[in-house]
């Protein structure tokens, strides 16, 4: 079966958390869930993203439920703020589903956040890492409850490099850094998964990726990967609506398994409707998986213990 927004099940009563809702494939992910009837709140790094986005959702969904938020998934106090703002508005076990969605690709020239980790690697995934262990204890410990987090086509380039992470010694923008980042995403969601049926959870973990979708991420693509970019778009690309489709499967679909991970299921999945898709080695790679957990906790300075929901 040929899977679209159309097969979305109702999601009335749930409450849907999803970064990077204001543009791109996030945003297409959270007008369909408001569409179909969830609570969707949606964290941008200002208001008037956050607020924007609620606007434009709003002019096709009249009476969509809508919470803008702040969040800088780049900064620990930003997303720390976040956690204690949904603990505050929304106590006790109350998310039904967390999409971390939100990213920066191929940033130029290595930045570095304001504590002190590279931008891409930041962003992409130690925020998102801080971000599911603070909003852990607040998602309901019940069937269907389930966190999605994006990974990229490129993983099957990306290398953990422990000697390397923050792009101190060398610093690649996309086949480097973003890889590297988004390889982490992948294997976080897979390991996070492990964790979860080790201790009977129902809670599912889920990895998707959009394929090749022209989003505002390839604002940063220059030279060479610029001018294939645009060559290349209209045989290999597909809309950031297209692209969606991968996450709102993890996020809705009944036929989503927990550790599965999704894309598009065209050549080499670039485009297409949301199927398995495939894993590199690397991510299976238990070892590598705890290592990656460890320094994790240690580098935000947040235990992520699945075992407990304090």
């Given at each position: 079966m040929t899977w679209t927004a159309n097969n979305i099940p109702a999601q009335a009563g749930r409450r849907v958390i999803i970064t990077g809702a204001n543009s791109g494939i996030g945003f297409h992910a959270a007008l369909e869930l408001a569409r179909n009837g969830a609570e969707v709140i949606l964290p941008a790094r200002s208001e008037t993203k956050a607020e924007d986005a609620v606007r434009r959702i709003r002019a096709e969904v009249p009476q969509a439920k809508l919470v803008p938020a702040l969040l800088d998934l780049a900064s620990l106090s930003s997303v720390r703020r976040f956690a204690a703002m949904i603990a505050e508005r929304?106590?006790?076990?109350?998310?039904?589903?967390?999409?971390?969605?939100?990213?920066?690709?191929?940033?130029?020239?290595?930045?570095?956040?304001?504590?002190?980790?590279?931008?891409?690697?930041?962003t992409n995934f130690l925020g998102p890492f801080a971000l599911t262990a603070l909003?852990?204890?607040?998602?309901?410990?019940?069937?269907?409850?389930?966190?999605?987090?994006?990974?990229?086509?490129?993983?099957?380039?990306?290398?953990?490099?422990?000697?390397?992470?923050?792009?101190?010694?060398?610093?690649?923008?996309?086949?480097?850094?973003?890889?590297q980042s988004k390889l982490a995403d992948l294997i976080f969601a897979l390991e996070f998964h492990r964790r979860l049926s080790r201790v009977g959870s129902p809670i599912a973990s889920i990895a998707a990726h959009p394929g090749i979708a022209v989003t505002n991420l390839q604002v940063h693509l220059s030279g060479l990967y610029k001018l294939l970019g645009r060559i290349l778009a209209p045989v290999i690309a597909q809309s950031a609506q297209q692209g969606s489709l991968p996450e709102l499967f993890a996020a809705t679909s009944p036929d989503a398994v927990p550790g599965g991970y999704y894309g598009p299921n065209g050549v080499r999945e670039c485009r297409g409707f949301p199927a398995p898709g495939r894993i590199p080695a690397a991510a299976v790679d238990e070892t590598l998986a705890r290592t990656l957990w460890q320094t994790a906790e240690r580098l935000t300075g947040i235990p992520f213990d699945v075992t407990t929901r304090e």
């Open positions: 929304f106590p006790g076990p109350s998310i039904d589903v967390l999409i971390n969605n939100a990213g920066v690709m191929a940033v130029p020239m290595r930045e570095v956040t304001e504590d002190g980790f590279e931008r891409q690697f930041a909003l852990f204890p607040h998602l309901k410990p019940t069937a269907g409850t389930r966190i999605v987090t994006l990974a990229s086509i490129i993983v099957h380039q990306g290398k953990i490099d422990f000697d390397n992470l923050q792009g101190e010694r060398k610093y690649v923008p996309l086949g480097g850094a973003y890889a």
